[in-house]
């Protein structure tokens, strides 16, 4: 299976919401807003409703290199275009233009840069830590920093293998090269708000991370790191399945692939780093098909590197590490149906398939303790919802188990489907509420959403998540400042707020199902 079509299939729903490209709002010229970072002076420009800065250079780094600050220059540099992004495949989330090593980029928009102390929302985005850009358009933060009075900020991020490719002292000598990159560089972009976004009418003091897939991964691992304490204060965990983080052994045997392909010995890095960049994604694209066909890995992933991550997410969440920071996190209904695609195959599509992924994994006790609970099993939708629970419901679940004995957590479920996409067998899939938080529901992606919904319906349910985002940026809870909707989870209160044609607070939902899990050790 070649990396291409890995990558066309990968994100297949987002097809029907996401129109590619790297387009520029029309009237950029209405207004020219120069803002002074601790860098330099920056020009930006008006987006919809909002201004905006595109294609801020927040650092700079060599290949397998910690990010560096960028050098103040003199004069004002336009920023009214995105910048390049990570090297990747082309997907249905990759937006058109320049790919290059020399990726790291953000975007801000605020209402204004007055001097008015909003909340920041920091914006991580998904893609396997393989593919996506903060540039995606479906990530625009426009409506949300309008609707909300927030800035908004959106990042890239190193990918794959120049990203979160492992470097173990003891096998590469004392060649020089760095782990986790791609967190590293999310740390470097946090570092830079903090700095500098007082500047754009933001609180320097107030910021939330939040991040999709990956970058929900992404959220719940910047939790768990010692250098990113103090730079972020709320954070939100969008179907950001916080089980796969690589340990060393595993994210060793993953480098020593990528090596071979390249017909490199392991403890060669300089070799490595002088490697063309299209030798490397052709290396990457057979790593990622041989990941799929081979193993449970999949994708990239942060690594246990004793150093930026010192212990699994899960151990990581105690408050010497995760301080106080209050959590909202949640995941989709259907998370598997978008992996289980014929082509892709990421996932087991069929009870034997999925036997043979619970002996890999698990005793033969606990695989029948879980099927027993799943009155649909053995049938495809049985299995594509044990997949679900095991890789993105049940993580999360013990995750907020964790994470509430020391500071607010707050659940949800997005179970919103349609006829349409009951029909194709997609469903409430990996992905589907992205549009509804950040309000993106016109022009093209907009056209292809009310094909599955009713213009009404999109603006009712958007307005819910999008305000219950923006209340907990602002407030650290869901509710804002109105009647409690939306109650904390804890071990014995198991609130979860589902979001649906009529949303609603629920007690454990699908509690049989969780209560089977209990004691499951399969990671």
Same mark, same amino acid.
Request: hydrophobic share 40%; aromatic share 10%; charged share 20%.
């Given at each position: 299976?070649?990396?291409?079509?890995?990558?066309?299939?990968?994100?297949?729903?987002?097809?029907?919401?996401?129109?590619?490209?790297?387009?520029?709002?029309?009237?950029?010229?209405?207004?020219?807003?120069?803002?002074?970072?601790?860098?330099?002076?920056?020009?930006?420009?008006?987006?919809?409703?909002?201004?905006?800065?595109?294609?801020?250079?927040?650092?700079?780094?060599?290949?397998?290199?910690?990010?560096?600050?960028?050098?103040?220059?003199?004069?004002?540099?336009?920023?009214?275009?995105?910048?390049?992004?990570?090297?990747?495949?082309?997907?249905?989330?990759?937006?058109?233009?320049?790919?290059?090593?020399?990726?790291?980029?953000?975007?801000?928009?605020?209402?204004?840069?007055?001097?008015?102390?909003?909340?920041?929302?920091?914006?991580?985005?998904?893609?396997?830590?393989?593919?996506?850009?903060?540039?995606?358009?479906?990530?625009?933060?426009?409506?949300?920093?309008?609707?909300?009075?927030?800035?908004?900020?959106?990042?890239?991020?190193?990918?794959?293998?120049?990203?979160?490719?492992?470097?173990?002292?003891?096998?590469?000598?004392?060649?020089?090269?760095?782990?986790?990159?791609?967190?590293?560089?999310?740390?470097?972009?946090?570092?830079?708000?903090?700095?500098?976004?007082?500047?754009?009418?933001?609180?320097?003091?107030?910021?939330?991370?939040?991040?999709?897939?990956?970058?929900?991964?992404?959220?719940?691992?910047?939790?768990?790191?010692?250098?990113?304490?103090?730079?972020?204060?709320?954070?939100?965990?969008?179907?950001?399945?916080?089980?796969?983080?690589?340990?060393?052994?595993?994210?060793?045997?993953?480098?020593?692939?990528?090596?071979?392909?390249?017909?490199?010995?392991?403890?060669?890095?300089?070799?490595?780093?002088?490697?063309?960049?299209?030798?490397?994604?052709?290396?990457?694209?057979?790593?990622?098909?041989?990941?799929?066909?081979?193993?449970?890995?999949?994708?990239?992933?942060?690594?246990?590197?004793?150093?930026?991550?010192?212990?699994?997410?899960?151990?990581?969440?105690?408050?010497?590490?995760?301080?106080?920071?209050?959590?909202?996190?949640?995941?989709?209904?259907?998370?598997?149906?978008?992996?289980?695609? %014929? &082509?892709?195959?990421?996932?087991? !599509?069929?009870?034997?398939?999925? =036997? +043979?992924?619970?002996?890999? #994994?698990?005793? @033969?006790?606990?695989?029948?303790?879980?099927?027993?609970?799943?009155?649909?099993?053995?049938?495809?939708?049985?299995?594509?919802?044990?997949?679900?629970?095991?890789?993105?419901?049940?993580?999360?679940?013990?995750?907020?188990?964790?994470?509430?004995?020391?500071?607010?957590?707050?659940?949800?479920?997005?179970?919103?489907?349609?006829?349409?996409?009951?029909?194709?067998?997609?469903?409430?899939?990996?992905?589907?509420?992205?549009?509804?938080?950040?309000?993106?529901?016109?022009?093209?992606?907009?056209?292809?959403?009310?094909?599955?919904?009713?213009?009404?319906?999109?603006?009712?349910?958007?307005?819910?998540?999008?305000?219950?985002?923006?209340?907990?940026?602002?407030?650290?809870?869901?509710?804002?400042?109105?009647?409690?909707?939306? %109650? &904390?989870?804890?071990?014995?209160? !198991?609130?979860?707020?589902?979001? =649906? +044609?009529?949303?609603?607070? #629920?007690?454990? @939902?699908?509690?049989?199902?969780?209560?089977?899990?209990?004691?499951?050790?399969?990671?």
């Amino acid at each position: 299976m070649q990396f291409s079509r890995f990558v066309k299939v990968y994100f297949i729903g987002y097809l029907m919401l996401c129109c590619v490209g790297n387009s520029q709002a029309t009237n950029d010229n209405i207004s020219s807003l120069v803002v002074e970072t601790k860098q330099g002076k920056i020009r930006g420009g008006m987006d919809k409703n909002s201004c905006v800065w595109r294609g801020i250079k927040y650092a700079e780094a060599e290949r397998f290199g910690v990010p560096k600050s960028v050098k103040h220059w003199e004069g004002v540099k336009d920023v009214v275009e995105f910048g390049a992004i990570a090297p990747q495949a082309k997907s249905s989330i990759t937006p058109d233009g320049l790919q290059s090593e020399d990726c790291l980029f953000l975007n801000v928009w605020s209402p204004a840069p007055d001097g008015k102390k909003r909340p920041v929302m920091f914006w991580i985005h998904g893609g396997g830590f393989v593919i996506g850009a903060g540039s995606a358009p479906l990530y625009h933060g426009d409506n949300l920093a309008t609707n909300g009075d927030v800035v908004v900020v959106t990042i890239n991020y190193r990918l794959g293998p120049l990203g979160f490719l492992y470097f173990k002292d003891s096998i590469y000598g004392n060649n020089s090269a760095e782990n986790n990159l791609g967190i590293r560089d999310q740390i470097a972009a946090l570092q830079w708000v903090k700095e500098n976004i007082a500047a754009f009418g933001g609180d320097p003091d107030n910021v939330t991370i939040f991040g999709e897939s990956a970058g929900g991964t992404s959220v719940e691992t910047l939790l768990s790191v010692n250098s990113a304490k103090g730079l972020f204060h709320r954070a939100i965990a969008e179907s950001g399945p916080p089980a796969i983080i690589w340990s060393p052994d595993i994210a060793m045997s993953v480098t020593k692939k990528f090596c071979s392909i390249l017909g490199l010995s392991p403890n060669d890095v300089s070799r490595l780093k002088a490697i063309p960049l299209d030798s490397i994604k052709a290396a990457e694209e057979i790593l990622l098909a041989y990941l799929v066909k081979e193993t449970n890995q999949k994708v990239f992933s942060p690594t246990i590197d004793g150093n930026v991550l010192t212990s699994d997410i899960f151990k990581c969440m105690k408050p010497d590490l995760a301080n106080k920071v209050d959590i909202m996190l949640g995941t989709n209904k259907n998370e598997a149906t978008m992996f289980a695609s %014929k &082509k892709l195959r990421m996932v087991p !599509r069929t009870s034997q398939e999925l =036997s +043979k992924y619970f002996n890999e #994994v698990t005793s @033969p006790q606990s695989k029948e303790q879980v099927i027993a609970a799943y009155e649909n099993y053995p049938h495809k939708s049985g299995v594509l919802d044990i997949l679900t629970d095991a890789v993105f419901r049940i993580p999360a679940i013990r995750l907020a188990e964790c994470r509430s004995m020391y500071s607010s957590v707050y659940m949800y479920r997005f179970e919103w489907s349609s006829f349409l996409l009951n029909l194709s067998g997609m469903k409430s899939f990996h992905g589907l509420e992205i549009p509804f938080v950040f309000g993106n529901n016109e022009g093209h992606q907009g056209r292809l959403l009310r094909v599955i919904a009713t213009k009404k319906l999109i603006a009712r349910l958007s307005g819910e998540m999008q305000q219950s985002w923006i209340n907990f940026a602002r407030y650290g809870n869901p509710n804002g400042t109105k009647t409690e909707w939306w %109650k &904390k989870y804890t071990a014995d209160d !198991r609130s979860t707020m589902i979001f =649906s +044609k009529h949303s609603k607070l #629920v007690q454990d @939902p699908d509690a049989k199902q969780r209560k089977a899990w209990e004691g499951v050790c399969y990671y």
